[in-house]
Structures are given as structure tokens and as C-alpha cells.
């Protein structure tokens, strides 16, 4: 069975620091995409990432940055220089390829203040 | 070009009283989900539709739940005689194509049952 745990329920920061967000997931299939999305305050869930599990490679998208390593079930979420936008409840997730359902993590609320 | 929009933003209703809710996914995608998000938590899998394929039904959580989807297009969250534990906000996401593309969300309806 799928499932995804992102063990930080709450993470403060002070604008301009760093900060990572964890995601460990678990799935039998050889065969699976990773995603993270951004839920502002505004409610409506922003997609920001989708890797698939043959690819290892880092990905960098600005201040964004993502760990993947499959040797820990891990996909780590970076964020450079955090702002006070990014405020927001981060999801990871997971899907198995042939598998319509979409394992959500609890989330992770991330508040960068001033 | 437009996102998914779902309609209406928020319900109130009261016990056992049915409510319908719309989703109007992204022109073009195929693929249209629905989830269930209660407060604080993360989003959990109702249903999915792939073009004229049977709906994924596996994640209603029981059969006062329903949905359809006419055309291809425009989809119908039914939830029969609610109860006070249906309360959340329901997501409702399209993609591309099925198999583990990155899903779009619209802005949810916030459903209340007093």
C-alpha cells in the first residue's frame, strides 16, 4: 500500500533563512510519481513538482530545490532564502502508476515571518 | 487560459438534507478527481473519472456519496441525507491524461452541515 508521511506538522522560520521540508513515502511499485503542491492561504492547491521514480536527479527551480533519493523513500522539499510568501501548508505525494489514488501527506504548515 | 472551477464556493446545509456540488475542469483534460479536505488534514481520494471509462469509485466513503460525469466534461459531487461528519471542503482536480499526471485543483467548496 501507498503512503506518505511528512513528520513536521509546523515549521516557523524568520524570512531569509532556509528551510527543508520532509517527505518519506513508501510504495511497492517500481513505478511511481512523486509531487509536491503549495497551499497558500487562499486555499487553492498550486502544483510545484512531479518526478518520476527513475529519475534521481536534483532539481533546482529558483529558490526551490528538491532532494530525491530513493535509498531512504525520501523527497525532500528546499527553500532558499525563504520569504514571507511562502507561507503556506506544503503537501507531498505520492502516485503509483497504475493506481488512480493519490496519497496525500498530513502536510506541513510553513510560516516564514517578517 | 481558465482553471477548474467549482461551484457553489461554499454550502451550508442542514442534517440530512442532499447537496450537490460542481467541478468544471480545465478544457481539454481528460482525467477529473475528487477529494475530501477536513480541516487541518490532508486531502483524501473520493472518486476519479478517465474519459469514458468507469469511474474509479473506491474512495467514497459510503453510498450517501455519489458522483457523475456528463460528457466528459462537467462533473456532480451527490452527498445524500448529510451528516455533520461530511463537513469539509471538497476538491475537485483535473489532469491532462490519467496515469500519474500532475493534477490541477479548483478553489473547493467549503460544505457545512449543521
Known amino acids: 500500500a501507498q503512503k506518505v508521511t511528512q513528520a513536521q506538522t509546523e515549521i516557523s522560520v524568520v524570512e531569509k533563512e532556509d528551510v527543508t521540508l520532509d517527505c518519506v513515502y513508501e510504495?511497492?511499485?517500481?513505478?511511481?510519481?512523486l509531487f509536491w503542491y503549495k497551499q497558500p492561504p487562499s486555499g487553492e492547491l498550486v502544483f510545484l513538482i512531479r518526478?518520476?521514480?527513475?529519475?534521481?536527479q536534483n532539481e533546482i527551480s529558483g529558490r526551490y530545490s528538491w532532494n530525491f533519493q530513493k535509498s531512504t523513500s525520501s523527497f525532500n522539499f528546499t527553500i532558499t532564502a525563504s520569504q514571507v510568501v511562502d507561507s503556506a501548508v506544503y503537501f507531498c505525494?505520492?502516485?503509483?502508476?497504475?493506481?488512480?489514488?493519490?496519497?496525500f501527506g498530513a502536510g506541513t504548515r510553513l510560516t516564514v515571518k517578517p | 487560459g481558465a482553471g477548474v472551477s467549482q461551484s457553489p464556493s461554499n454550502k451550508v446545509t442542514e442534517k440530512g438534507k442532499d447537496v450537490e456540488l460542481r467541478c468544471d475542469p480545465i478544457?481539454?483534460?481528460?482525467?477529473l478527481y475528487w477529494y475530501r479536505q477536513s480541516l487541518g488534514q490532508g486531502l483524501e481520494f473520493l472518486i476519479y473519472?478517465?474519459?469514458?471509462?468507469?469511474?474509479?469509485k473506491s474512495g467514497l466513503p459510503s453510498d450517501r456519496f455519489s458522483a457523475e460525469r456528463t460528457g466528459g466534461s462537467v462533473s456532480t459531487l451527490t452527498i445524500q441525507r448529510t451528516q455533520q461528519e461530511d463537513s469539509a471542503v471538497y476538491l475537485c482536480?483535473?489532469?491532462?491524461?490519467?496515469?500519474?499526471?500532475?493534477?490541477?485543483f479548483g478553489p473547493g467548496t467549503r460544505l457545512t452541515v449543521t
Open positions: 482536480a483535473s489532469s491532462l491524461t490519467g496515469g500519474a499526471r500532475e493534477q490541477y
Open positions: 510504495t511497492r511499485d517500481t513505478t511511481y510519481y
Open positions: 518526478r518520476n521514480s527513475f529519475d534521481e
Open positions: 505525494a505520492l502516485s503509483e502508476y497504475n493506481n488512480n489514488d493519490m496519497r
Open positions: 478544457s481539454g483534460h481528460t482525467a
Open positions: 473519472f478517465q474519459g469514458n471509462s468507469a469511474p474509479d
